[in-house]
């Protein structure tokens, strides 16, 4: 029995998935983004005191001015094992063997890029991000059905 590369990779493609989704509990990006809009109107301090200080500003001809925030991070994916049938003839005679297949884990790297745009007032105006980890969980869900 022969099997499609695709065919093979999918035990692992679905275990990464559903590492990710262990790791990330409820996150998504709409909670993110949530989280994002709930800065808008307020001051940079204000900001700066809760996520520290930015990985990079930027001042505007305009006195308006950007601030960067990076978040990094590695997460490991666990081995998988799976096992398919294949026929095979010995001395004339068929029979079926079952063989079993391990994906080793891997190291897969995830980050969120979010620039905040402050106006010549220093209140946050827009934002803006980018990445595979720009996720977050419901920040007005709290309890045990939230995963805290």
Known sequence: MSHSPTACR????????????????????????KILNRWMGRHVDDLV???????????LSS???????VRSRSVMSPSSTYTETETRYEHGKKRKVRIEHTTPGH????????????DASDILVRWSHEGDDCAARDPDCQGVMCGS
Do not use: D, K
Not at 16 to 26: K, P
Not at 107 to 118: K, P, Q, W, Y
């Open 10 to 33: 999918l035990p692992l493609l679905v275990l990464v998935a559903g590492l990710a989704a262990l790791t990330a509990g409820c996150a998504t990006t709409a909670n993110y983004e």
């Open 49 to 59: 005191m809760e996520w520290g200080p930015p990985r990079q500003t930027f001042r």
């Open 107 to 118: 190291e897969v790297h995830l980050h969120c890029r979010t620039i905040f745009l402050a």
């Open 63 to 69: 006195g308006a001015r950007s601030l960067e925030y």
